[in-house]
């Protein structure tokens, strides 16, 4: 590991490709949020001493930017460092690069964890004698927007998901991939052949569960390619999550 920055390698398999021959952004954001995990096994604070800890960590928003992505059988690689600690959340980022090392993609992301019985936050500043300080790195840089608030206007669902087996994490609850993956799939193929996926924002506001309906709430300003979406509880109007999509 270079200074406070790890580095992890990936390959773009063939049942990882969409119809245009590239790497899936949900499949980009599943291997995102693998070196995330990866680093901070690395760093000390990873699913060893989460275990014993019965901490978990909370993906709280993610913002994906690409300028392309890898092709089938394309090695690819994900360098990470966290950028800020504060007591309830910290900054972590990340820039995607090609086999040939240039930076094709970046991203940046926040995250909580949280104490599995109590469900509160654990204080990021005390953890372990505040040894995640000691993986800050302010020098790198991410030339991307930090996530920013959704605001959606429609009151009418244009379609409704419920959250099956295959859609649950090991926490339980709705996988935060899956999210990407209902979101995605609200665009015609049409769209996906004439524009670029530009960036992919997503805030994760309350845990969906087996079995919640989730109705899925689309606005949309065609002029800039701008896409805001709502994922709501059916049963209670809880804010599932919120994310905004650009294409170009």
Known sequence: MESNIGTYSFLA?????????????SVLGKHLLD????????????????????YTWVLSRLAVECNELPGQNEAYSIDTWIESVLSSFSGRNFIIKNSKGKAIGYA?????MIDMESRRPVNL?????????????????????????IFTRTCTPVEAVTV??????????????????????????ETFKKKRLKRFEISYLSEAVY??????????????????????????GETACKAKVIFV
């Open 125 to 149: 500043l005390t953890l372990r004698d505040g040894i995640m300080k000691k993986y800050i790195d302010t020098e790198k840089e991410c030339p991307i927007n930090r996530p920013e608030k």
């Open 35 to 54: 070196s995330a995990s990866m680093h901070a096994a690395d760093c000390g604070f990873g699913m060893t001493f989460l275990n014993e800890n019965h």
């Open 13 to 25: 398999e063939p049942s990882q490709m969409d119809f245009t021959g590239n790497l899936m952004l």
């Open 211 to 236: 079995g919640d309906i989730l109705g899925i709430y689309h606005d949309s300003d065609e002029t800039v390619g701008s896409h805001q979406i709502e994922m709501r509880k059916q049963t209670s």
């Open 108 to 112: 940046r992301s926040v995250w909580a």
């Open 164 to 189: 099956r087996y295959s859609d649950m994490d090991i926490n339980g609850h709705l996988n935060s991939i899956r999210y990407m993956e209902y979101i995605l799939n609200l665009f015609p193929v």
